[in-house]
């Protein structure tokens, strides 16, 4: 007797970009009360490899403020780059920020100025897909905004990256059945 397949849905997953494209997966960690937040920019290609790690301090009122300056950042940083021909996906895990900016909704008055200039800066590139991405897909993003914004991440955990965070990396990998596995 054969066991019935386990469907898995691949939506809890970090899923690989397709040949030829980057996913950046980016996220904002804000603390109550504060006047500061932390953002995180992520950039991994299809064996799931880290290309780009990022994460700074910005001035912001809200979680909603640092998510959508996670995105202005990211936007910023790729152009810097030289990116704007580079086949983009940029997955953030705030809906309210990805539904405003594609249209789908109003910004919310505290993000509105910054939606307008993501959208400004998204003209800018030629193939750029700005997608919401739930949680748990959005795990390695997280961690190094909250470890940045908790003043625990050394200014090297990109290049050698700390046991926790790199465990996440392994975890997407193998979750990915990415073919490469560039951490081992």
Known sequence: MNKPK???DLGHFWQPPAPGTLRINIDGAYTSG?????IAFICRDKSGCLQEGLTRSVQAASALQTEAQALIFALRHL???GKMSTSLEIDSD????VES???HQEPPWEIRPLVYEAVDLCRQFINLNIRFCKRETNCVADWAAKAHNNGTLSPSWAVSPPPPFLSLLISDTVAAACISF???
């Open 94 to 97: 705030c809906l309210l920020l």
């Open 34 to 38: 504060h006047t500061e937040g932390s």
């Open 182 to 184: 560039p951490y081992l």
């Open 6 to 8: 386990q469907s898995v």
């Open 101 to 103: 900016l594609n249209n």
């Open 79 to 81: 152009l810097q780059q």
